[in-house]
């Protein structure tokens, strides 16, 4: 059975990276938790571990069709095929295929081992910090925030109807209480509810600490710089972007950066203005601050040099 669920997960992990879905976070979360139901419930680990590998293995490449609504029917056909040429047992697969089919909780569970697996798919979408990854993901893929929001939501109140497990239920409630409270009054609907959103977002960006980002001295690139406190200069939109002239690079993760507005100002010292295609553009040196590079949006392009030197000049003069 090792070497059965050993290319299950070879399948599985092939089919996320050609379709990018689920995240790998969402699998392998169903994955732990379905072995820590199995033990706390006497069930077969194997069967479990098996039902949670295979049970959205064609969630990606339904969704790319058009069919996510048949993605259950899509992954259990492929995942009895592939059963089957391995020589698996009928009865095995029988198992499997109860927990593939009713991992969303709508039907009656044929085995504790599909129950758990329903369980174990809870995990995904009530757990805070899986919630998040969920949450980027959506966002990368090109969805508004509030959108986002609104889906997860969803999802969330499905998968509280699912919990059946003491073990699941105790795990998962109270996050689902409170991260429905914080989404629903905080992020849509609250009066300072773009302090929600930034917090929510922020959590995003954050996730996004282990992806490199390449970048240099001089460019000027959209940053989530955020909303932030009295005078500091915040970020517009549903990602918190402004304007960021990178000054300084400190490593790769680090930089010293000065936001930039398009409002006129009174000449100062604190502020440079300088041409960026012909637009007028103001860098607020008084905001000079180091920012992380998981911050960084999307290149705009590059301060000439001439510029650049004045702006060094102007910094060491009053610093």
């Not at 044929?110 to 949450?135: H, K, Q, T, W």
């Not at 889906?151 to 996050?175: G, N, Y």
């Not at 992020?187 to 992806?211: D, F, G, M």
């Not at 972007?241 to 936001?259: A, Q």
Request: proline share 2%; aromatic share 8%; charged share 30%.
């Amino acid at each position: 059975m090792k070497d059965v669920i050993k290319k299950a997960r070879e399948l599985a992990l092939d089919e996320i990276k050609e379709f990018g879905t689920p995240p790998v976070a969402l699998f392998e979360v169903s994955l732990e938790q379905g072995q820590v139901l199995a033990e706390a419930c006497g069930a077969d680990k194997d069967i479990v571990t098996l039902g949670t590998i295979l049970m959205d293995v064609k969630l990606g490449e339904a969704k790319s069709l058009g069919k996510k609504d048949e993605h259950i029917k899509m992954s259990a056909d492929a995942s009895e095929v592939f059963l089957k040429d391995l020589d698996v047992d009928d009865g095995v697969i029988h198992q499997v295929l109860q927990c593939v089919n009713e991992h969303h909780g709508t039907k009656k569970f044929g085995s504790i081992e599909a129950e758990i697996c329903a369980n174990a798919d809870c995990y995904r979408f009530l757990r805070p910090d899986i919630l998040m990854v969920f949450i980027t993901g959506l966002t990368d893929g090109g969805m508004e925030l509030n959108d986002a929001v609104k889906f997860v939501l969803k999802k969330m109140e499905e998968k509280h109807k699912t919990l059946s497990l003491p073990k699941a239920i105790k795990d998962l409630r109270t996050h689902y209480a409170t991260m429905k409270e914080f989404l629903e009054n905080g992020v849509l609907k609250n009066e300072n509810a773009q302090y929600y959103k930034w917090t929510t977002y922020k959590q995003i960006i954050n996730k996004k600490t282990s992806k490199i980002v390449y970048f240099n001295e001089r460019e000027l690139w959209w940053m989530h710089i955020g909303l932030n406190v009295g005078h500091e200069q915040n970020g517009h939109g549903d990602k918190f972007l402004r304007p960021v002239l990178i000054l300084k690079r400190i490593n790769r993760h680090l930089f010293v950066g000065i936001p930039q507005t398009s409002k006129d100002k009174i000449d100062h010292e604190y502020y440079y203005k300088y041409k960026h295609n012909t637009r007028q553009l103001i860098l607020l040196l008084l905001q000079i601050r180091v920012f992380s590079s998981a911050r960084l949006h999307e290149k705009l392009g590059m301060l000439n040099k001439e510029d650049f030197i004045k702006v060094k000049e102007r910094v060491k003069k009053w610093l």
